[in-house]
């Protein structure tokens, strides 16, 4: 994963760190950060002897961002893993995935188009080996990234398992959010007649429609590491093939190129690719290719890296923080933690200055990162906690696994399905409590216990159930974190909350919610849907406003939880706040 302080300079990320140093004059003392001496070996000999003594500033400053991370500071980004410069940032997508893993759901094969493909298939597998085609492409994968981080350059690994279920529109998503320069596919084939063999690489062609402006550059990519590959190995080069039917090659935005490495139905091409010295050379082959295309194609990130390197290390703070600046205004999406704390910065940090208590949880459902402000802080929940009362629902009524079962007929089981309905939709408190009671065979307590049993059986730690809805909160009250909202609604959306039916079902669900003046109310004129449950408490029982979200966007899915209490009566100033914040969210990461 790229970051956006990874690409500035080393010297100027030095003055940002003795900045916020200055800024934030948090204490070091007794804080067990990283060992300085890594930093310290790997400077270069080109650094200027004013560089050289502010690195011991940075060495000390991240000790104590790490400590300040802890103290909920999120404005700092710890770096413990620099290098000095860097080649460039591939893209690397193993082809395929694990056999057990559902990708035969349809999405658009190009953005825009009504025609659809498969989310991803499966497959080849080794006539002779026995070996997956999607084990094969991970094991070299994974080796080509390690290559190359050796040789300079950062590696963003478009899966990194054989269980992740991200699709092939998803990793050109993915690599294209990442800052990655180039995306480099790796396959292997397969054909009826075992005596066809030799590697190949397809690329889009110029008059692709979605692509064609990347044909040149992908052409360049494909070329250098193809020949380079049957250079090192051997192989026999079948040449390039123009493709326009990939999904993960229409969907991208940087230059790509899909390598087929051999027949896996071929004896001697499939035994060769499961051979250890074999697959060095593979790697060897490919690692060259890229170092030639970089030669002809710098890194636009890295030439950042090089042009800055080579300038005075005299640059005042106040020009590096306008640089900051000015790079989280571009249209680059930025990373989850860049938002956040963009958002932290902005919002949240004075508003809990003031008083309030802020949680904010931001997911991305393509890469799976997070990152959040106090977001396992316990919270009040008010009505979102009615998300976890539908869930549990589903997984005791609907589609219960045959030992937490609650028996019901069908025509209750029905009335039940209306209540929860209109317990999301129109956040109707008299049907929550009915399907609590529900759950409880009609004693509220009971139920009480179902849900609760639910969420922790989920380790939904922070969240409980422990009153009515409009009842006293003198025997308990009703809480959650926006931590536990966010898993919550990534397992809906990911299809693991209870069944990947039962998730859909809740979607709609939540689609068809009618309570949208916070976060969908800051999707407003973009191209963007959501999923949201509210919650809001005025007058005695408290003051709190909430809402959690999965949200579907241009370039981006993500969850975005965010719960806030002690508003002093200031509601509706808290739910315009949320729907600034969601607006600040779309644009900074899924525009
Ligand atoms: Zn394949």
Not at 160 to 185: F, H, L, M, P, Y
Not at 210 to 221: E, F, I, M, P
Not at 269 to 297: C, P, S, T, W
Not at 332 to 347: F, I, L
Request: charged share 25%; aromatic share 6%.
């Amino acid at each position: 994963m790229t970051d956006f302080y990874s690409r500035i300079p080393r010297h100027i990320r030095t003055v940002i760190a003795a900045a916020m140093i200055a800024a934030l004059t948090f204490s070091a003392a007794g804080c067990s950060g990283k060992n300085s001496s890594s930093q310290t070996e790997s400077e270069t000999s080109q650094t200027s002897q004013t560089a050289q003594s502010s690195v011991q500033t940075s060495a000390e400053t991240v000790q104590t961002e790490t400590s300040a991370e802890t103290a909920a500071e999120t404005e700092t980004e710890t770096e413990t893993e620099e290098k000095v410069s860097i080649k460039g940032v591939v893209a690397i997508d193993p082809g395929h995935q694990g056999s057990s893993v559902d990708m035969s759901g349809q999405e658009p094969y190009a953005p825009g188009s009504s025609k659809t493909k498969a989310k991803a298939s499966t497959g080849t597998e080794g006539s002779y080996s026995g070996v997956p085609e999607y084990q094969l492409n991970l094991d070299i994968g994974l080796m080509l990234r390690d290559e190359l981080e050796s040789r300079g350059y950062e590696v963003v690994m478009l899966r990194k398992d054989n269980d992740t279920a991200i699709s092939n529109a998803q990793r050109a998503k993915k690599a294209n959010e990442s800052g990655a320069d180039c995306t480099v596919r790796l396959h292997a084939d397969g054909s009826d007649d075992s005596s066809v063999n030799g590697a190949s690489a397809l690329i889009p062609s110029a008059d692709n429609k979605y692509v064609g402006d990347l044909h040149d550059d992908s052409k360049a990519l494909a070329s250098d590491i193809l020949d380079s590959y049957c250079d090192a190995t051997g192989i026999k080069n079948r040449g390039l093939s123009l493709r326009d039917d990939l999904t993960g090659t229409n969907w991208s935005k940087i230059p790509v190129a899909l390598l087929e490495m051999g027949f896996m139905s071929n004896r001697s091409d499939d035994l060769n690719m499961e051979d250890k010295a074999f697959r060095k050379k593979m790697v060897k082959g490919i690692a060259d290719g890229i170092d030639k295309y970089f030669k002809d194609h710098p890194s636009k990130s890295g030439g950042t890296i090089t042009a800055g390197g080579n300038g005075s290390s005299g640059d005042s703070v106040d020009d590096v923080l306008k640089e900051i600046d000015s790079a989280k205004s571009s249209s680059e999406p930025g990373t989850v933690k860049q938002v956040v704390s963009a958002v932290n910065k902005k919002y949240l940090a004075s508003s809990e200055k003031s008083g309030e208590k802020w949680s904010l949880t931001l997911v991305d459902l393509f890469a799976g990162t997070q990152a959040d402000v106090n977001g396992d802080r316990k919270m009040l929940s008010a009505s979102v906690l009615k998300t976890f009362i539908m869930a549990a629902a589903y997984d005791r009524v609907f589609y219960p696994s045959s030992d937490s079962a609650i028996k019901m007929s069908s025509s209750k089981k029905s009335d039940l399905k209306k209540l929860v309905e209109k317990m999301i939709e129109e956040s109707d408190n008299d049907a929550a409590n009915s399907v609590v009671e529900a759950l409880g065979s009609g004693d509220f307590s009971k139920g009480m216990k179902v849900v609760n049993t639910f969420c922790s059986d989920n380790s939904y730690s922070k969240t409980s159930l422990g009153r009515r809805f409009q009842g006293s909160s003198k025997n308990g009250d009703n809480y959650t974190s926006s931590n536990d909202c966010a898993a919550l609604l990534t397992a809906i959306y990911n299809g693991s909350c209870v069944s990947k039916k039962a998730s859909n079902e809740m979607i709609d669900i939540l689609k068809a919610q009618k309570l949208k003046n916070k976060i969908p109310a800051g999707l407003t004129g973009f191209r963007a849907d959501a999923a949201n449950k509210t919650g809001e408490l005025s007058g005695s029982s408290g003051y709190v406003e909430n809402d959690i979200a999965i949200v579907w966007g241009q370039e981006a899915d993500y969850v975005l939880c965010v719960l806030s209490s002690d508003l002093d009566g200031k509601n509706s100033e808290a739910a315009d706040q949320i729907a600034v914040i969601s607006k600040m969210v779309y644009k900074d990461f899924a525009e």
